[in-house]
């Protein structure tokens, strides 16, 4: 499986370095969040650095989405199966192919998730929710939009815990941390700090360039959204069957996911980036279908085609 994910993974990037995508300037570009700013600035202005920097990235996503089921242990089957279909819907978007705040800011996200599931049955005040607030906020100083995952942090609350105002305070503690660490460092060094909440704004109700999606591109998505919802709906089918543990993460990532899509299609600053993150909880529901249908014809089936359409995106990209 491990050779598998990774011939797959070369096979779908091969159009990353033979034809580099070009971006129209989308609103974190022009107005790059701090922490994004000087990722920039580190890797520089050539198009290999940021394709490889991408790539490096991706390989940490692939070992915090691996690992997060291994440690939750939720889907209840040590399967490599969710990073083979995070690696399969990366490459949906080739614009996606290259660096962009989205993915650093995924990083993040899963780190908060893991740091939210740990409080599962702790006593006293579990300080895990602060933690996946500085998460969080840290990665939403890549990409602004993150933030509304806050969210999530208050669906765990009440998800894992007996509702308690100090374990909401000290996420909101955690969440705001960052920005006061930033806040205060261009305090310090005299930096204008109304422009950086000027850029804050224009990074969350600013309008981004509109992706124009192809006949074929809209085919695949339509596709994807097929198959996620006869997965949400066999994982629906089967939750009451769960352990308690194992169901409360799936709701977790059902919160995600609902939050992904509700900032794409109501925030005009959200464009085709929040894939990185959605990507996250459809991986999960895709694996835990296909691991546990017990008639593998028409997953099998759902499989080859997907991955088949993937490659024929890419081919076009190529030819």
């Not at 779908?12 to 974190?28: E, G, K, M, R, T």
């Not at 819907?89 to 800011?105: E, G, K, R, Y």
Request: some cysteine; glycine content about 4%; aromatic content about 16%.
């Amino acid at each position: 499986m491990i050779f598998l994910i990774l011939l797959t993974l070369g096979l779908l990037w091969i159009s990353a370095f033979l034809h580099p995508q070009q971006v129209s300037l989308p609103v974190y570009e022009a107005k790059p969040m701090p922490l994004y700013a000087l990722m920039r600035q580190i890797i520089g202005l050539k198009p290999l650095g940021s394709l490889l920097s991408t790539l490096v990235l991706l390989g940490l996503m692939l070992f915090l989405i691996s690992n997060f089921n291994t440690t939750i242990f939720f889907i209840n089957e040590r399967t490599f199966l969710p990073v083979l279909f995070y690696v399969l819907l990366s490459a949906v978007f080739p614009q996606n192919q290259t660096i962009n705040p989205a993915l650093p800011a995924a990083v993040f996200m899963i780190l908060a998730l893991l740091r939210i599931m740990d409080a599962y049955r702790k006593q006293g005040i579990a300080y895990n929710f602060f933690d996946a607030g500085i998460f969080i906020g840290i990665g939403s100083l890549f990409y602004a939009n993150l933030i509304w995952f806050g969210i999530v942090i208050f669906a765990g609350i009440v998800l894992l815990r007996t509702v308690n105002i100090k374990e909401i305070a000290v996420s909101l503690l955690g969440l705001l941390t960052p920005y006061v660490i930033i806040i205060g460092f261009f305090y310090v060094t005299d930096r204008n700090i109304g422009m950086f909440l000027s850029d804050i704004n224009e990074n969350i109700f600013g309008n981004t360039h509109s992706f124009l999606f192809d006949r074929y591109t809209v085919l695949v998505l339509i596709y994807i959204a097929l198959m996620l919802l006869i997965s949400i709906t066999f994982l629906f089918s089967r939750l009451n069957i769960k352990k308690i543990k194992s169901r409360k993460t799936f709701y977790l990532l059902l919160w995600v996911f609902a939050v992904s899509l509700l900032l794409y299609f109501f925030i005009p600053a959200v464009s085709v980036e929040m894939m990185w993150i959605a990507g996250i909880p459809a991986s999960y529901f895709l694996a835990h279908y296909f691991v546990f249908l017990k008639q593998k014809i028409l997953p099998e089936i759902f499989f080859t085609v997907f991955c088949l359409l993937i490659l024929l995106l890419q081919v076009l990209i190529i030819f």
